[in-house]
Nanobody
């Protein structure tokens, strides 16, 4: 299992911004994809965004145009820049890392709270 550590969560007002980081314990350059998920109270965990080793990105419809995912292999870190935050973005955000479609690790989660 790859150890992942998220940081950057917090409480912001609607319309504000936050930048999450997910740092791995080992090099991430050989992993095929990394992704951000979120889980709101009483809801299932859902995919927010993912990024492949070639930089290809995908976003959930609810965040497209507001969130930006990126990765820095040299720093073993993936980022999620979140802008124009809405109360419905409130959730615990998790990162994971995958190799050929198989999850190799999850982070512990970081809380994001957006107040109206």
């Amino acid at each position: 299992q790859v150890q992942l550590a998220e940081s950057g969560g917090g409480r912001v007002q609607a319309g504000g911004s936050l930048k999450l980081s997910c740092t791995a314990s080992i090099s991430i350059s050989s992993f095929s994809a990394m992704a951000w998920y979120r889980q709101a109270p009483g809801k299932q965990r859902e995919l927010v965004a993912s990024i492949g080793v070639n930089g290809f990105t995908r976003y959930a419809d609810a965040v497209r145009g507001r969130f930006n995912i990126s990765r820095d292999n040299a720093k073993k870190t993936m980022y999620l820049e979140m802008n124009s935050l809405k109360p419905e973005d409130t959730a615990v955000y998790y990162c994971n890392i995958q190799r050929l479609g198989i999850v190799a690790g999850w982070g512990q989660g970081t809380q994001v709270t957006v107040s109206s």
